[in-house]
Nanobody, 125 residues
Framework: VQLQASGGGLVQAGGSLRLSCAVS????????MGWYRQAPGKQRELVAD?????????YYDDSVKGRFTASWDDARKTTYLQMDNLKPEDTAVHYC??????????????????WGRGTQVTVSS
């Protein structure tokens, strides 16, 4: 199984980007997906996580709540992270991580998880 994250780029503060994470080559179903980010000199942090199909229990870190929206397209085996009203402090490499189990309560990332390659998001002031 492979996860491919895309959609990063350079945007001015207040702008928007939509990240995508496509699942391929999977012989098992991905049940939960997390979005993490890592800024220079900082630890990787959980931004959002979502269960297969998406529901009201989608988690958002307080720093992005109200600005970011995670969604899940089962047919395309793709999850999205819509990022609106971006701020310079959102600048980071963003990663998606998928797991065949529902690990949303644990931030998804775990021993059975698969990470995608990161995509750079840069927000200028």
């Amino acid at each position: 199984v492979q996860l491919q994250a895309s959609g990063g780029g350079l945007v001015q503060a207040g702008g928007s980007l939509r990240l995508s994470c496509a699942v391929s080559g999977s012989i098992f179903r991905i049940e939960s997906m997390g979005w993490y980010r890592q800024a220079p000199g900082k630890q990787r942090e959980l931004v959002a996580d979502i269960i297969s199909g998406g529901d009201d229990s989608t988690y958002y870190d307080d720093s992005v709540k109200g600005r970011f929206t995670a969604s899940w397209d089962d047919a395309r085996k793709t999850t999205y992270l819509q990022m609106d009203n971006l701020k310079p402090e959102d600048t980071a490499v963003h990663y998606c991580v998928g797991d065949p189990f529902d690990r949303c309560d644990l931030g998804v990332a775990g021993p059975t998880s698969v990470w995608g390659r990161g995509t750079q998001v840069t927000v200028s002031s």
